[in-house]
C-alpha cells in the first residue's frame, strides 16, 4: 500500500514554549511530551501549559512506558493532552481499558522478528521504532517489509534532517517521529533542526 498523501510529523520530547511553537510553527501535527524516566520528562502541570499553546489541529501525545494504569489516567486528565503513546505493555486488556476514553490511543513496538501491524492491540496508531528503541541510531529501513505494518503508521529511530527524506522514500511511512535527531544537546531541542526535520519530511513526499 502507498502512503501517498501528505505525511504525518510528530516532534516528541518537547519542554518549553520555545519548543513548543518552533514545532508549531514550522508545521509539525503533533507534538509529544514525556512522562516516563527520561531527560526530556516533564509533569503534567507544564504538560498543561504547554498544551495551551497548541492550535487544535496540532495533537498534543503524552509518553509513556510501562506506567500503571492509574498514573496514565490521571497524568491525561490533569495535563489536557489529547493522545497517548505506550511503550508497553503489550497487554490488550490494558489498552482496552484506556480505549473507553476520548483520546487517541499510539502503541509503540520494536521491530524484531515479525512487523507489528497498527490496530492490533486496539490502537488508532503504530509507532515502529528501531529493533534498539532509543538508541537514537538509523537502522535499516529499505530491507524490512515496513508496509506490512498497516495504514497509520509513524516511522521512527534515528531519525534525522539529513535522513528523513530517504527514510520516507524507502518505508513509504504514513508518518514520522523525532526526537534526539533534532537535538544536539541530549534532552534539550534545537529550534532550527526542527524546522529543518519538517521541511525536510515535508519535501520526501
Not at 518552533?22 to 514525556?34: K, L, M, R, S, Y
Not at 486488556?93 to 483520546?103: H, P
Not at 527514510?167 to 531541542?189: F, I, L, M, N, T
Request: with cysteine; aromatic share 6%.
Amino acid at each position: 500500500m502507498s502512503n501517498s498523501d501528505s505525511l504525518f510529523i510528530k516532534i516528541c520530547g518537547l519542554k518549553t514554549e520555545q519548543d513548543v511553537d518552533t514545532a508549531v510553527e514550522a508545521g509539525a501535527d503533533a507534538i509529544g511530551f514525556v512522562f516516563s524516566a527520561s531527560p526530556r520528562r516533564i509533569d503534567a502541570a507544564t504538560a498543561a501549559r504547554l498544551s495551551r499553546r497548541v492550535p487544535e489541529h496540532v495533537l498534543t501525545v503524552g509518553v509513556f512506558r510501562e506506567e500503571p494504569l492509574d498514573d496514565v489516567r490521571s497524568l491525561a486528565a490533569e495535563s489536557g493532552i489529547r493522545a497517548i503513546q505506550l511503550h508497553g505493555p503489550d497487554d490488550r486488556a490494558y489498552y482496552d481499558e484506556l480505549a473507553t476514553g476520548d483520546r487517541t490511543l499510539i502503541r509503540a513496538a520494536a521491530f524484531g522478528d515479525s512487523v507489528p501491524r497498527c490496530g492490533e492491540f486496539g490502537e488508532d496508531m503504530l509507532l515502529v521504532d528501531a529493533p534498539v528503541p532509543g538508541s537514537g541510531i538509523a537502522w535499516d529501513w529499505a530491507s524490512r517489509p515496513l508496509a506490512a505494518a498497516g495504514e497509520k503508521w509513524l516511522l521512527a529511530g534515528g531519525l534525522t534532517p539529513e535522513n528523513v527524506g530517504a527514510a520516507v522514500a524507502a518505508a513509504d511511512p504514513w508518518g514520522v517521529d523525532v526526537s534526539s535527531g533534532v537535538e544536539q544537546q541530549r534532552g534539550v531541542k534545537d529550534h532550527a533542526l526542527i524546522r529543518e526535520f519538517i521541511r525536510a519530511a515535508r519535501s520526501a513526499r
